[in-house]
């Protein structure tokens, strides 16, 4: 496990310094002037001269290797710049919003987790049957609505219709103070929906699973000697067929941040995906380059995770990757 994760810890650092250098590559080429992005309505009326001072100020007058050098050294002492948008440090913005995004990311993966692992163990107990078909059809259709689609729906039904969940934010309206009542009321639409949205994958890799692991030879002896019914399910379909859903836990990192994206823009959750929308949309580089080496970083966390308990849950399987 140590030689593994050490390995991957040196392949990680080309790939950030890739993702990094193809961040600021991706700001020269583009047609928008984080100049004017920074100036706003000032800007319009604000003469060469001016302009030219700020572009030196905010150094995107230099060089493209020059900028990157120059902000990858800064980074590795702990100084990510400062966000145009944000008015603050890029570090500070992060720190805020980390917990945020932290929160809505892990209850949305714990309930994607729970509800697809349960409903795959029941759909495989008897495959074909009205439960199978019914979620079987349901995950498929899911598995193709979009992620902002279903959280606009949600707010539609249960924050407009039937009143019963708050629209978005974090708190309600003109409320000054961040209280867990609140938090916790307002973490249910956007939970559930991303949550839902990422539960057809586990449910089909576990409703496989297990009905691959009902049917070989161990199982059907368990059953012969007279086990129950739920120990065989439980005790042994459903630990043979957790193992591929161990790695589809890294695998669907990128698509959770995805979905974050959308649904933090949707419910106006303010975390780290929230963040990104608005540092792209106001060109802040300096933001966007540090919360995609976070992406990146996560993403490869997520494999690492995934492999490791993979290896940890089958001893057959060595740590040699």
Known sequence: MARMTGRRALFAVPVLLTVTFGVFAVAAAS????????????????????????RANLGVDQPLVTRWWNWLTSALQ?????????????ADVIVERMGWSALLATSAFLIAIVLGTALGVLAARRPGGWLDR????????????????????????FAVKLGVLPAGGLTD???????????ASHLVLPAAVLGISQMPWFFLYVRQGVMDALAEDPVRGARARGLSERTVLLGHGLRSGML?????????VPELIT???LIETVFSWPGIAAATVEAAT????????????????????????????????????????
């Open 134 to 157: 019914a979620v079987s059809s349901a995950a498929y259709t899911l598995e193709a609505a979009p992620a902002f689609w279903l959280g606009l729906l949600a707010i539609w039904l």
């Open 282 to 321: 106001s060109v802040d580089f300096s933001l966007l380059a540090a919360l995609t080496v976070l992406a990146t970083a996560a993403v490869l966390l997520g494999n690492l995770l995934s492999d490791l308990l993979y290896g940890l849950a089958d001893p057959r399987v060595a740590f040699d990757g």
């Open 78 to 90: 702990g100084d990510l710049g400062d966000s145009s948008v944000m008015r603050q440090p890029v």
């Open 173 to 183: 309206a003109g409320s000054d103070v961040v209280t867990f009542g609140q938090v």
């Open 31 to 54: 047609p928008f002037d984080q100049v004017k992005a920074y100036a706003g309505t000032a800007g319009l009326t604000a003469s060469q001269e001016n302009l030219d001072q700020l």
């Open 244 to 252: 591929p859903m161990l790695t589809l836990i890294g695998s669907r």
């Open 259 to 261: 979905g974050a994206l």
